[in-house]
């Protein structure tokens, strides 16, 4: 089944790490995004990347890195500098630029917890 | 920029209907619908795009009014599994480029 996978879906890390979420996709889709969702919040884009070896700043991107190698992969980087790491991470895709062609394809998540 | 969703709650028994605002100050494009239960990812509804269409998905409809920037979500004999935070997705005009904003969402209980 096709679909986005992140990883790890919960993670501890100590204040002054940096670490490294995972994103794959097999649906082939073009565009990849990071939302950072805190409660009570809506989602806030991070970066994204609307084609292999490009990404672009989202709304939240200070303190946060991302890399697009393949088509598939959009792991994304929270650094020390982020000020308040700790949140939900989702991860997405579409098939062409936001909204353009339709709807998001999330995956589950990643809950980080810096202690 | 961030449309206002309306009410932040909302809390059914089972069979009622209900109706999710969401308004923006800004010229837009589409609306994105998307439910998220807790702890899980969030799940598209549908997108509507201007021109003022309505679209359906089973017993979950919305329309959307160009004119005043506002969409909302029509919740039809709700069910159990309508249970969830329900985000709504604004896409505007950022220069050459589109821009998607959510709103905060509104929090939806069904009851048996």
Known sequence: DGGITQSPKYLFRKEGQNVTLSCEQNLNHDAMYWYRQDPGQG?????YSQIVNDFQKGDIAEGYSVSREKKESFPLTVTSAQKNPTAFYL??????????TGELFFGEGSRLTVL | QQPVQSPQAVILREGEDAVINCSSSKALYSVHWY??????????LMILLKGGEQKGHDKISASFNEKKQQSSLYLTASQLSYSGTYFCGTEMYAGNNRK???G????????P
């Open chain 2, 35 to 44: 439910r998220q239960k807790h702890g899980e990812a969030p799940v598209f």
């Open chain 1, 91 to 100: 991860c997405a895709s579409s098939i062409g630029n936001l909204g353009r």
């Open chain 2, 100 to 102: 998607l904003i959510w």
């Open chain 2, 104 to 111: 905060l969402g509104t929090s939806l209980a069904v009851n």
């Open chain 1, 43 to 47: 989602l806030r884009l991070i970066y």
